[in-house]
């Protein structure tokens, strides 16, 4: 992992970013068939025929300058292979330049840019010849040393076990189904193929130099890591960036368990408020770089609003908290526009997050083990803590998991860990909270209007000894 130079540079700090997506496609699921869904993209005469989600760049960027964003990514090309940008190297590409557009307004608007780039998958029919498997998403394609039916089996493991998870989280979130996704996994079928990742490789490697030479982007978010010795290309993407451009931030989706021989932060997913909770907690005292991802809607492939308007806003901030970046996947539709309940949501957020912004990236996560602050006492168990230091204070957090009536909130600190409080601080509004104090504990009542749907924050000032 490479060294941290410069520890206010925005990719080593908390913070908040947008991711956007071009993935969420009326009528086709994030696990589809390729044969299909390539034959929808060709004209009579079988060239590409681009139809959609088109971007609008500038809108996009103005919504980033909006919520108040710390960064954002932009996905130059997804799973299906399609480049949205002006590549030499192949004709599955959109007529207009998307990513020059991004790169201008990030740069104009001065936010920083990375460029999302899945190293792992790619459905683009140049690479029919030596792809694994057409019939799903999962088709890996930069796999070396291993027989063509053991590639094509672990794809359609992979697969199975995608649909798996996406039909458990179906019914836990109680997302509809429709009967073509139960039905999808008894239309597997294989292909027949030449294995020569190479091929894959070089067309990978000279994609990465024109996005870095023609759009001079911040960083390249990878998707995704695989260990070296089931798939090649983080490997050598890692060996690659390493050697020719090192001032580059790369960072790859599931590194965040890995040990990177090359890379400066690491990365993973978190959906809901349960797992964010989870992974702050075992990533709170990491010594490197951290972030995680998630969809702002329902899902990656499922642009329905969330049903509590203030859940994406607790993920970001239980990470953030934890140390850790946060971005949200906001879903456009075909025509460009951002879907605008999860936009209002991301609205929501920024515009209770930006005079909160320096509570998060720059602060640091109190060394402590376990899920609980340490002499925090806390009787509602919707209300979960989480600790850092800001300046010479604390600050803790006390964040809902879920949304319920909001009422007086009581807190209590043990003296024997808490026996320099000299003032318990509202932030931002800076209100002073009176609090009691006997031989074992110090008590405070958030009064009901002061408590928060997302984070209430509270500055513990101490005394100087």
Same mark, same amino acid.
């Given at each position: 992992?490479?060294?941290?130079?410069?520890?206010?540079?925005?990719?080593?700090?908390?913070?908040? $970013?947008?991711?956007?997506?071009?993935?969420?496609?009326?009528?086709?699921?994030?696990?589809?068939?390729?044969?299909?869904?390539?034959?929808?993209?060709?004209?009579?005469?079988?060239?590409?025929?681009?139809?959609?989600?088109?971007?609008?760049?500038?809108?996009?960027?103005?919504?980033?300058?909006?919520?108040?964003?710390?960064?954002?990514?932009?996905?130059?090309?997804?799973?299906?292979?399609?480049?949205?940008?002006?590549?030499?190297?192949?004709?599955?590409?959109?007529?207009?330049?998307?990513?020059?557009?991004?790169?201008?307004?990030?740069?104009?608007?001065?936010?920083?840019?990375?460029?999302?780039?899945?190293?792992?998958?790619?459905?683009?029919?140049?690479?029919?010849?030596?792809?694994?498997?057409?019939?799903?998403?999962?088709?890996?394609?930069?796999?070396?040393?291993?027989?063509?039916?053991?590639?094509?089996?672990?794809?359609?493991?992979?697969?199975?076990?995608?649909?798996?998870?996406?039909?458990?989280?179906?019914?836990?979130?109680?997302?509809?189904?429709?009967?073509?996704?139960?039905?999808?996994?008894?239309?597997?079928?294989?292909?027949?193929?030449?294995?020569?990742?190479?091929?894959?490789?070089?067309?990978?490697?000279?994609?990465?130099?024109?996005?870095?030479?023609?759009?001079?982007?911040?960083?390249?978010?990878?998707?995704?890591?695989?260990?070296?010795?089931?798939?090649?290309?983080?490997?050598?993407?890692?060996?690659?960036?390493?050697?020719?451009?090192?001032?580059?931030?790369?960072?790859?989706?599931?590194?965040?368990?890995?040990?990177?021989?090359?890379?400066?932060?690491?990365?993973?997913?978190?959906?809901?408020?349960?797992?964010?909770?989870?992974?702050?907690?075992?990533?709170?005292?990491?010594?490197?770089?951290?972030?995680?991802?998630?969809?702002?809607?329902? $899902?990656?492939?499922?642009?329905?609003?969330?049903?509590?308007?203030?859940?994406?806003?607790?993920?970001?901030?239980?990470?953030?908290?934890?140390?850790?970046?946060?971005?949200?996947?906001?879903?456009?539709?075909?025509?460009?526009?951002?879907?605008?309940?999860?936009?209002?949501?991301?609205?929501?957020?920024?515009?209770?997050?930006?005079?909160?912004?320096?509570?998060?990236?720059?602060?640091?996560?109190?060394?402590?083990?376990?899920?609980?602050?340490?002499?925090?006492?806390?009787?509602?168990?919707?209300?979960?803590?989480?600790?850092?230091?800001?300046?010479?204070?604390?600050?803790?957090?006390?964040?809902?998991?879920?949304?319920?009536?909001?009422?007086?909130?009581?807190?209590?600190?043990?003296?024997?860990?808490?026996?320099?409080?000299?003032?318990?601080?509202?932030?931002?509004?800076?209100?002073?909270?009176?609090?009691?104090?006997?031989?074992?504990?110090?008590?405070?009542?958030?009064?009901?209007?002061?408590?928060?749907?997302?984070?209430?924050?509270?500055?513990?000032?101490?005394?100087?000894?």
């Amino acid at each position: 992992m490479i060294k941290m130079t410069n520890k206010k540079d925005w990719w080593v700090k908390p913070g908040v $970013g947008i991711m956007y997506q071009i993935e969420a496609r009326p009528g086709w699921l994030w696990n589809r068939n390729y044969d299909k869904f390539n034959a929808s993209m060709v004209n009579e005469n079988g060239d590409f025929q681009f139809n959609g989600p088109y971007c609008k760049m500038k809108e996009w960027v103005d919504f980033s300058k909006k919520v108040g964003v710390d960064y954002h990514i932009f996905e130059a090309k997804w799973h299906d292979g399609i480049c949205y940008f002006d590549t030499q190297y192949t004709d599955w590409k959109t007529p207009e330049d998307y990513c020059k557009i991004f790169s201008e307004e990030s740069i104009k608007e001065k936010i920083p840019f990375m460029f999302y780039y899945s190293n792992v998958f790619d459905h683009n029919p140049q690479f029919d010849s030596i792809q694994p498997l057409r019939c799903c998403t999962p088709s890996f394609i930069c796999m070396h040393n291993k027989p063509k039916r053991f590639i094509s089996g672990f794809s359609l493991f992979f697969s199975f076990v995608v649909w798996m998870l996406e039909k458990i989280k179906h019914l836990t979130r109680t997302i509809p189904i429709e009967d073509e996704d139960a039905k999808w996994f008894e239309k597997v079928h294989f292909n027949k193929f030449k294995q020569n990742p190479t091929k894959y490789e070089k067309y990978m490697f000279a994609q990465l130099t024109e996005l870095i030479e023609k759009y001079k982007p911040d960083g390249l978010w990878m998707d995704w890591w695989m260990p070296s010795l089931i798939e090649s290309s983080s490997d050598i993407i890692m060996d690659f960036m390493k050697e020719n451009y090192p001032n580059t931030v790369l960072t790859f989706n599931g590194s965040i368990n890995a040990d990177l021989k090359w890379g400066h932060y690491v990365s993973f997913e978190a959906h809901d408020v349960y797992s964010a909770w989870k992974s702050g907690n075992k990533n709170r005292r990491k010594k490197i770089p951290w972030e995680l991802v998630g969809p702002a809607a329902c $899902g990656w492939d499922n642009p329905a609003p969330r049903n509590d308007p203030y859940e994406a806003s607790r993920i970001a901030t239980i990470i953030m908290a934890s140390g850790g970046k946060f971005a949200f996947g906001m879903p456009a539709k075909m025509d460009g526009s951002l879907y605008k309940k999860p936009g209002k949501h991301l609205e929501l957020f920024g515009k209770w997050y930006k005079p909160r912004r320096e509570l998060f990236t720059e602060a640091i996560p109190m060394d402590y083990k376990g899920k609980k602050v340490p002499g925090i006492i806390i009787n509602d168990k919707n209300i979960k803590s989480i600790c850092s230091t800001h300046n010479d204070d604390y600050l803790l957090h006390l964040i809902p998991l879920r949304s319920i009536p909001i009422k007086t909130l009581p807190i209590k600190f043990v003296i024997k860990k808490w026996k320099n409080i000299q003032k318990i601080i509202l932030e931002p509004s800076k209100k002073e909270l009176g609090f009691k104090k006997d031989e074992k504990l110090i008590s405070v009542s958030i009064p009901k209007e002061e408590v928060e749907r997302i984070d209430t924050i509270l500055r513990i000032k101490k005394n100087i000894t």
